[in-house]
């Protein structure tokens, strides 16, 4: 059975920082990019940073870009979100997302059920 399941999130004041886990079990996890994604009450999933199998970085939103930063520990089949600098707009459910290939939001294969991420003013 494919699992995702994201740990970290949670509540912090503008400024501050999290870093959100997502664990995954059931597929050969070296082979696959994973992303990390946010939907916001009202809008769009939208992709945040994503990086291939070899821990090279494909993509990071304009707004993720020198705030975030991804990685991934293949001998623990983990990915890392390390959030600085957070800003109430940055509140919403991150989910964490796994495919073959890098692709669109809609062409991810496995998803984690998600996590919510409040950043108060």
């Known amino acids: 059975e494919v699992q995702l399941v994201e740990s970290g999130g949670g509540l912090v004041q503008a400024g501050g920082s999290l870093r959100l886990s997502c664990a995954a079990s059931?597929?050969?996890?070296?082979?696959?990019?994973i992303g990390w994604y946010r939907e916001a009450p009202g809008k769009e999933r939208e992709e945040v940073a994503c990086?291939?199998?070899?821990?090279?970085?494909?993509y990071y939103s304009p707004s993720a870009k020198g705030r975030f930063t991804i990685s991934r520990d293949n001998a623990k089949n983990t990915v890392y979100l390390q959030m600085n600098s957070l800003k109430p707009e940055d509140t919403a459910v991150y989910y964490c997302?796994?495919?073959?290939?890098?692709?669109?939001?809609?062409?991810?294969?496995?998803w984690g059920q998600g996590i919510q991420v409040t950043v108060s003013a």
């Open positions: 997302a796994a495919n073959p290939a890098y692709t669109v939001v809609a062409g991810m294969e496995y």
């Open positions: 059931g597929f050969i996890f070296d082979d696959y990019s």
């Open positions: 990086t291939s199998s070899d821990n090279g970085i494909i």
